[in-house]
């Protein structure tokens, strides 16, 4: 059911994802804020939540399944940082529009 053997893309993927996030928080200048820290915690672990109910709804009805062997692990990290990237370029555009 699970997978452990992926795609280098994968590693691309979450990379990128990380990486556009430390650069943002470091132009934010925020990048050792611990309130700021907090608040990205908190949303990135709704977001998680959120994501997790979706796979449950969306495997439940049919949309499309995790079986035989097609559920890449890294693919809820990359959520996790695809969510802080987001918290991230939501604050950078509030601070320049």
Do not use: H
């Not at 691309?12 to 804020?33: N, P, Q």
């Not at 959120?50 to 709804?57: G, I, N, Q, S």
């Amino acid at each position: 059911m699970f997978i452990f053997q992926y795609s280098s893309s994968w590693y691309l993927l979450l990379v990128a994802f990380l990486l556009g996030w430390l650069s943002i928080m470091f132009l934010r200048k925020k990048l050792f804020d611990k309130k700021e820290a907090k608040q990205q915690l908190l949303l990135g672990v709704l977001g998680i939540i959120a994501l997790a109910c979706m796979e449950v709804f969306a495997v439940s009805t049919n949309l499309w399944t995790y079986a035989p062997d097609n559920w890449p692990v890294i693919l809820w990290p990359t959520y996790l940082v695809a969510i802080l990237f987001g918290y991230q370029l939501l604050r950078f555009v509030e601070r320049v529009v």
